[in-house]
C-alpha cells in the first residue's frame, strides 16, 4: 500500500525535528538541509538555506523591529512557516525557530523535486529544467502548490498543507557550505547562507546592489 508522507512520518522523526528546530538558530538552519517538504503532490528535498535571527539583533530580518500583523508568526512556536509575499509577485516561505517571542526563521532558499515532478511541471511548465523547478525561494514555494493559506501552519504534527520528514541521508557538516545571504541590504556579509556543496539547485549568490537615485535637475 503506497502511504502518505505523514503516515510515514513516526513520532520519533516528529520529535526530533522539533527539538531541532526549538533549538538555535544556527543549527537549525544546517539541520534543515537533505529534510524533505511534502506538499501539493510534490516532495521537495531542501537544499539552501538562509538564517535570520528576528529580534537578535539582525537588522535583515523581518522582525527585528518588533511584532506587526505581518510578522507575527515569526513570534510564535517553532515548526510554523511564516509565508510573505515580496516585490507584488513572489511568494517565499520561512521555517520558525528557537523560542517563542524571538522571531528567529530560515528562509527555505532552493531544494531538489524528489516526487511528483510531473505535478510540479503543470505549475512551472514542462521545458523547464530539473534543476530550476525549485532553484530559488519564490520557486520552491510554487513547486510545492502553497501560499498565504500555509502562512502560520505547522510542518511538523501533519495537520497543515505542508510537512517536514528528515532526511533519507543525513547532511554532514563537512558537506555543508556557508556565505552571505542572497540580495540582502543589512547585514550583507553575516555567513548565514547554507547550502549543500556542489548541489546544482543551490541558487546563485547576487550581492544587494543599491538603486541609484535619478539626479534631480537644479531649480532654474
Not at 548565514?192 to 546563485?204: K, L, P, Q
Amino acid at each position: 500500500m503506497d502511504l502518505s508522507p505523514g503516515d510515514r512520518a513516526t513520532d520519533a522523526d516528529r520529535a526530533a525535528l522539533a527539538d531541532l528546530l526549538a533549538g538555535p538558530l544556527l543549527p537549525a538552519a544546517r539541520g534543515l538541509l537533505g529534510c524533505q517538504l511534502h506538499a501539493g503532490g510534490a516532495t521537495v528535498r531542501i537544499t539552501e538555506v538562509e538564517a535570520y535571527a528576528g529580534t537578535a539583533g539582525d537588522p535583515a530580518s523581518h522582525a527585528h523591529r518588533g511584532r506587526t500583523p505581518r510578522n507575527a508568526v515569526m513570534f510564535g512556536p517553532a515548526g510554523h512557516v511564516y509565508v510573505y509575499f515580496t516585490y507584488g509577485m513572489h511568494w517565499c516561505m520561512n521555517v520558525v525557530t528557537g523560542v517563542e517571542g524571538e522571531a528567529a526563521a530560515v528562509l527555505l532558499r532552493a531544494g531538489e523535486v524528489v516526487d511528483g515532478v510531473d505535478v510540479v511541471r503543470k505549475r512551472k511548465g514542462v521545458k523547464v529544467p530539473d534543476r530550476d523547478l525549485a532553484r530559488g525561494p519564490a520557486r520552491l514555494v510554487v513547486a510545492l502548490g502553497i501560499g498565504a493559506a500555509a502562512n502560520g501552519t505547522s510542518v511538523i504534527d501533519g495537520n497543515g498543507p505542508l510537512l517536514l520528514t528528515p532526511p533519507t541521508r543525513p547532511v554532514s557538516r563537512s558537506a555543508i557550505s556557508a556565505g552571505p545571504r542572497v540580495g540582502v541590504a543589512a547585514a550583507q556579509d553575516v555567513p548565514w547562507r547554507f547550502w549543500i556543496t556542489g548541489d546544482a539547485t543551490v541558487s546563485s549568490y547576487r550581492r544587494h546592489v543599491p538603486r541609484r537615485r535619478a539626479a534631480t535637475k537644479p531649480a532654474e
